[in-house]
């Protein structure tokens, strides 16, 4: 099992420019998130998916998207992004059963210049 | 929604000694208080759990006590070793109200353990 995998593992982007962040597990888990990183704020949820087919919004979801391609894989697309929207991104998946313990991707560092 | 704060966000130990990371809540329904650890560059990784009808939890070197009265709960390291030197994060897991599990973080603990 690879787990919950992630791509890219870095990426620099200009101001305004747009890309998509791959996420995909094998643990045939329902749920799925992305989360963002920042330093001394923890880990934020960007979105969430539920199930194959439902997404919603979570703490932070300005200037993202999502979309739950099956029960692999769940993308977050940055349409334009901003300087602000620097962070490292990880995804993370859990099964149906309490307490659904998370288990997250290896991480994305994004900067956008 | 759930806001959870985490002190101190610094702590240096020397190895050998105990390390203690508080974490207060704000949501009276919250059920379930995971404590994750994060490597240089790695990602987090559950370390220990804990239920809101446990008062204390123990997994080797590591516990986790929780009190619901006074909404907030602790990660106890002993006999700390230079590979503890990690960031910790505790969350908590709002009540039902909590649609999709979510969970809130704290801002994170930097723990160095000094050889």
């Known amino acids: 099992n690879a787990g919950v995998t992630q791509t890219p593992k870095f990426q620099v982007l200009k101001t305004g420019q747009s890309m998509t962040l791959q996420c995909a597990q094998d643990?045939?888990?329902?749920?799925m998130y992305w989360y963002r990183q920042d330093p001394g704020m923890g880990l934020r949820l960007i979105y969430y998916s539920a199930s194959e087919g439902t997404t919603d919004k979570g703490e932070v979801p300005n200037g993202y998207n999502v979309s739950r391609l099956n029960k692999r894989e769940f993308s977050l697309r940055l349409e334009s992004a901003a300087p602000s929207q620097t962070s490292v991104y990880f995804c993370a998946s859990s099964d149906d059963r309490f307490p659904r313990v998370k288990y997250f991707g290896p991480g994305t560092r994004l900067t956008v210049l | 929604g759930e806001n959870v704060e985490q002190h101190p966000s610094t702590l240096s130990v020397q190895e050998g000694d105990s390390a203690v990371i508080k974490c207060t809540y704000s949501?009276?329904?919250?059920?379930?208080f995971p404590w994750y650890k994060q490597e240089l560059g790695k990602r987090p990784q559950l370390i220990i759990d804990i239920r809101s009808n446990v008062g204390e939890k123990k997994d080797q070197r590591i516990a986790v006590t929780l009190n619901k009265t006074a909404k907030h709960f602790s990660l106890h390291i002993t006999e700390t070793q230079p590979e503890d030197s990690a960031v910790y994060f505790c969350a908590a897991r709002g009540g039902i109200k909590a649609a999709g599990n979510k969970l809130t973080f704290g801002g994170g603990t930097r723990v160095l353990v000094k050889p």
């Open positions: 643990m045939n888990h329902n749920s």
């Open positions: 949501d009276s329904a919250s059920n379930y």
